[in-house]
């Protein structure tokens, strides 16, 4: 098994910065490509970014390319994501999520991923 916790959320004025972590903890040899996700309240829980296990590939959804920046540090067993010019509409509870080693699946999307965080609140406003 794997535990995920995310930290580094908060509230943060339009246009500013955040970086969120995920620490991994258990049987973190298991772990694969990982990614963020975000749900805003009253919606689906959709893809944000992702990186596979040794970092060579990363994947981000649209709306955040060239602000958001995902990266991982697996000596210390670490997930992150550097959120500049961040934007009202990003609003959302943030989940971290991993896949297990040797499972094939599209980057973005939720089945790949078989353990997943509960989230930290990122709220953007003035």
């Known amino acids: 098994q794997v535990q995920l916790v995310e930290s580094g959320g908060g509230l943060v004025q339009p246009g500013g910065s955040l970086r969120l972590s995920c620490a991994a903890y258990?049987?973190?040899?298991?772990?694969?490509?990982m990614g963020w996700f975000r749900q805003a309240s009253g919606s689906e829980r959709i893809f944000v970014a992702a990186?596979?296990?040794?970092?060579?590939?990363?994947n981000y959804v649209d709306s955040v390319k060239g602000r958001f920046t995902i990266s991982r540090d697996n000596a210390k067993n670490m997930l992150y994501q550097q959120m500049n010019n961040l934007r009202p509409g990003t609003t959302a509870v943030y989940s971290c999520?991993?896949?297990?080693?040797?499972?094939?699946?599209?980057?973005?999307?939720?089945?790949?991923?078989?353990?997943w965080g509960h989230g930290t609140q990122v709220t953007v406003s003035s």
């Open positions: 999520a991993a896949a297990v080693r040797k499972t094939y699946a599209a980057l973005d999307s939720q089945q790949l991923y078989t353990y």
């Open positions: 990186i596979t296990r040794n970092g060579d590939t990363t």
């Open positions: 258990g049987r973190t040899g298991d772990i694969g490509a």
